[in-house]
């Protein structure tokens, strides 16, 4: 390897890492913070700005697009859509330490779904790694200081529908032969479209209150504007990690991210409890969760 592709291999991981860390704390900071709750629609302009930012990039021929079967990009485009959409919901109605452990018990529930539908095998020392991961998962999850039973059931819908998509990532690439580039390319667009229709219904759903008689003040419009920004950033970086080095390399990466998260949310969740003796005893038990994570 080239002393100017590792250069851009490291590069692309430290991309990938600050970016995902920085679109956590963003949207947790304009959600919970500045209460603006509305993730779903929040969702649907993040795949709009990714759309208008990929469309400038193949103008540009970066990448050339191809045609996908509309029912299944549209197929896909829902699903995918509605995952997102759940995924900011769990992170609005939960702590940052249950977000990030819920998200990364997407990866044993794909490799479930693939043993049961698909009749994948794995080996036993990823079955293994997998037990220690689940086993990290729950240690830090039960001890979440701000676990509640609306924000477990968005989470566990959003593992539910996260877990498919990427099924069905995976075999639609293979099958049609794209890149990931150019599936998100051709699903952007109704992912945005089913977000963007469906958003304010489902926020004020949940929240009982209206994005449209939001008032929006400039800190507000900021985070949102920096937000969008972050999320195509996200997916750029996605693309590059897995391009550049393997699919396990970026969830190998996944764990990094999560334990910065759960640092920036620990540091945060200790400053606003009172009790000392609470904060070492459901602090050590967080951090327990960590190392079997690492571990994993």
Known sequence: MTAGLQLGVIGSLALSVASSVAIVICNKALISTLGFPFA?????????VTYCTLHVAQRLHFFEPKAIDGHTVI??????????GLLNLSLGFNSIGFYQ???LAIIPFTVLLETIFLNK?????????LMVLLLGVGIASITDLKLNLLGSVLSGLAIATTCVGQILTNTIQKKLKVSSTQLLYQSAPYQAAILFATGPFVDQLLTNR?????????PVVGFIVLSCLIAVSVNFSTFLVIGTTSPVTYQVLGHLKTCLVLSFGYTLTTRSLHHEEHIRHSGRHIWYGIVFLLLG
């Not at 929040?42 to 709009?48: A, F």
């Not at 197929?75 to 997102?84: K, P, R």
């Not at 095998?121 to 790694?129: C, D, N, P, V």
């Open 210 to 218: 209206s994005v449209f008689a939001h008032k929006y003040t400039t």
């Open 101 to 103: 452990m819920m998200k």
């Open 40 to 48: 779903t629609t929040l969702t649907s302009w993040h795949l709009m």
């Open 121 to 129: 095998r794995f080996s036993e020392t990823i079955k293994l790694s």
């Open 75 to 84: 197929l896909f485009g829902f699903l995918n859509g509605t995952s997102i």
